[in-house]
């Protein structure tokens, strides 16, 4: 599977959840100390981050470092945008037309495999968005249900591995399913009734669009039903850029934990950010989705960006067992720890 086939559709536990804003606040202040923009000082660095997809609530923890100073205050000069084509970000990122950009752990490894060189510097999203979803109406709640029903997909061949993997999980055959390909229309197709279930929507995204319509859905997470957890936003940057501009990142890094712990902790500060940037937003959608995603943007012991080579390997391992990835692309090469530890 190449990198322009795989396209994001329509894009913790309590102690977890509890454990988040402390441990963004020590991963925020650790690396006080560092260089920082002062005025009389060097002029800013100019940096470019290209977003996956347009502004929304995801996002909003960069828009809150910018507003509140935390980039200038790293000497840093920060453009975030959306480029004309979002499916682009890791081919000008690899480039290096931009510094940095917003992706997913399935193109780096995908982008990789065709040799493009960029890496994971951080992890946004510290697990999957994906889902399976079907209407309240409908009564399906697990994969098994499925069988002899309607599965709308994209027709991408992630698709049919997340449908497989989350049936044989549940003890049921994919192959029973009437697999029908809508393209990109998956919610017209769900809610219009052409088909019983789709694949690939976000959870915190096409549920609301749902609800907000009506029409309620049943989510099926794909990693509780079989596929290995994984990153679904990271922050990438080129093989290059992180040879020769570490400290840049590092800075960078440290700036984006500050405004994602305040985004965590001050959600409507955060959407007011989201919403200055972005005014055609829709925001009721958006003030529900961040409550869904920012318990996301910790990890396990609650701490911002952080990555592990265990799931690195295993979700990498997974794609190559459904045919998705080429056997020789490395996991281990494909993100690095150093701009969040420590």
């Known amino acids: 599977m190449t990198l322009d086939q795989h396209r994001r559709v329509s894009r913790l536990t309590r102690r977890s959840?509890?454990?988040?804003?402390?441990?963004?606040?020590?991963?925020?202040?650790?690396?006080?100390?560092?260089?920082?923009?002062?005025?009389?000082?060097?002029?800013?660095?100019?940096?470019t981050v290209a977003l996956d997809w347009y502004p929304w609530s995801n996002h909003t923890g960069l828009y809150l470092a910018k507003d509140r100073g935390y980039y200038s205050a790293e000497g840093?000069?920060?453009?975030?945008?959306?480029?004309?084509?979002?499916?682009?970000v890791l081919k000008l990122v690899g480039s290096g037309k931009d510094t940095v950009g917003i992706s997913y752990q399935t193109d780096v490894l995908f982008a990789r495999a065709e040799g493009v060189p960029v890496v994971s510097i951080a992890a946004l999203v510290q697990q999957p968005l994906n889902s399976i979803m079907a209407l309240k109406?409908?009564?399906?709640?697990?994969?098994?249900?499925l069988e002899g029903r309607k599965v709308g997909t994209a027709g991408l061949p992630s698709d049919d591995a997340f449908l497989t993997t989350m049936m044989e999980s549940d003890g049921a055959d994919a192959?029973?399913?009437?697999?029908?390909?809508?393209?990109?229309?998956?919610?017209?197709?769900?809610?219009?009734?052409?088909?019983?279930?789709?694949?690939g929507g976000y959870w915190?995204?096409?549920?609301?669009v749902a609800d907000l319509?009506?029409?309620?859905?049943?989510?099926?997470?794909?990693?509780?039903?079989?596929?290995?957890?994984?990153?679904?936003?990271?922050?990438?940057?080129?093989?290059?850029?992180?040879?020769?501009?570490?400290?840049?990142?590092?800075?960078?890094?440290?700036?984006?934990?500050?405004?994602?712990?305040?985004?965590?902790?001050?959600?409507?500060?955060?959407?007011?950010?989201?919403?200055?940037?972005?005014?055609?937003?829709?925001?009721?959608?958006?003030?529900?989705g961040i409550e869904l995603?920012?318990?996301l943007w910790g990890d396990a012991g609650g701490?911002?960006?952080?990555?592990?080579?265990?799931?690195?390997?295993?979700?990498?391992?997974?794609?190559?067992?459904?045919?998705?990835?080429?056997?020789?692309?490395d996991p281990m090469q494909a993100f690095t720890t150093r701009f969040t530890s420590g």
């Open 76 to 88: 840093l000069d920060v453009t975030i945008y959306v480029p004309a084509n979002p499916e682009d």
């Open 137 to 145: 109406t409908s009564g399906i709640t697990r994969p098994k249900q």
């Open 293 to 295: 995603l920012a318990p």
């Open 204 to 208: 915190v995204h096409e549920s609301i």
């Open 17 to 47: 959840v509890l454990a988040l804003p402390a441990a963004l606040a020590l991963a925020a202040a650790g690396c006080q100390g560092l260089p920082l923009g002062v005025a009389g000082g060097p002029a800013p660095a100019k940096v």
């Open 213 to 288: 319509k009506g029409q309620p859905v049943n989510v099926m997470k794909v990693q509780d039903w079989g596929v290995p957890p994984y990153y679904e936003l990271v922050l990438v940057a080129s093989e290059a850029t992180i040879g020769s501009q570490a400290d840049l990142l590092r800075r960078l890094v440290r700036a984006t934990a500050k405004g994602y712990l305040d985004a965590h902790n001050d959600r409507r500060a955060a959407l007011e950010s989201l919403y200055k940037a972005a005014p055609e937003t829709d925001h009721e959608l958006e003030t529900r």
């Open 175 to 199: 192959k029973k399913c009437e697999v029908i390909g809508v393209g990109y229309d998956l919610m017209p197709a769900l809610l219009g009734g052409k088909v019983d279930a789709i694949v």
């Open 303 to 329: 701490a911002f960006g952080g990555q592990t080579a265990e799931r690195w390997r295993a979700y990498a391992d997974w794609l190559k067992s459904k045919g998705l990835l080429k056997p020789d692309v």
